[in-house]
Structures are given as structure tokens and as C-alpha cells.
């Protein structure tokens, strides 16, 4: 009776090849979550943008069926809150009380009975994230003040 074969039928991994799939699992999630929290942060901003320019075509229908001014104020640089008419909104976005989205210029935006707007001061809105990152993503808002069209340029 021969020994010769008692570890050839053992199966099994190599401390190597352990340590080798690890790194190689780690590599890739490191890519994986990085992605994935850049999709989380510009779903964030998709979703902020498409509440402020709900509420602005809100605004636009309010004045235009109540023939009456209805306002769009935007309080102070950086604000994540907003005014629509009396009602103060917040946006999306806010984890345990700490604001990840806002808007980055105080503006208020006036729309007539006619269709018309007034802006002030003029310029576009613009929605984006909290941490400053030159690179995050962001969205800007267009009033027409002649039509009131509102176009969100990416």
C-alpha cells in the first residue's frame, strides 16, 4: 500500500490564491462604490430639480388661473428651503436633518396673470449638492420671462 497519493486527492485553496481573490474582490468594490455613490448624488439632484421646477410651473399655473401674482423666492444663497406663494418648501434630499442638495443663488421669481415673469435678480436657478465639490453634479433652471417656459439645462 503506497502513500504516494494522499495529499494529490486533498481539495482545497492555497493561502495565495485566498489573499489573491481578496484583493481582487477589494479592488472591485472600491470601484463598484465609488460609482454607485456618484449615482446616488446625481439621482439626488435629478430629484431636487425636478421638485423646484414643479413648484415653479405650480406658481406659473396658480397666477395665471387666479389671475394674481404668485411668487417663487428662494431666501438666501445656498438654501434648501423655498417659497411658493405662502407655502414654504424643502428640498429632497435631507438625511437626518443635514441638507444634501440646494440652490445656489437667492432669487425671486414673480409670475403674472399674463404668462409673464419678473426675475430678480436675473439669472438662472441653480440645484446642487452641499459638499462644494467642483465636479458634483448640478442641474440649471431657465425662466423664460416673456413665455414663462421653464427649461432645465444639464
Known sequence: MSQQGTWEDERGFTLMEVIATIIIMGIVFTIASSTWFGIVESRRVDS??????????????????????????????????????????????????????????????????????????????????????PDDPFHTINVNTVTSRIEVVP
Not at 56 to 61: D, P
Not at 101 to 125: C, R, W, Y
Open 48 to 133: 431636487a430639480t425636478n421638485q423646484v421646477v414643479a413648484d415653479l410651473r405650480f406658481a406659473h399655473t396658480q397666477a395665471t388661473n387666479r389671475l394674481t401674482d404668485v411668487s417663487f423666492v428662494v431666501p438666501s444663497a445656498d438654501s434648501s428651503t423655498y417659497q411658493v406663494g405662502p407655502d414654504t418648501m424643502t428640498l429632497p434630499g435631507d438625511d437626518q436633518g443635514t441638507s444634501k442638495t440646494k440652490i445656489l443663488a437667492a432669487t425671486t421669481k414673480t409670475f403674472h396673470s399674463d404668462g409673464s415673469a419678473n426675475i430678480d435678480p436675473a439669472g438662472d436657478i441653480t440645484v446642487t449638492t452641499t459638499d462644494g465639490d
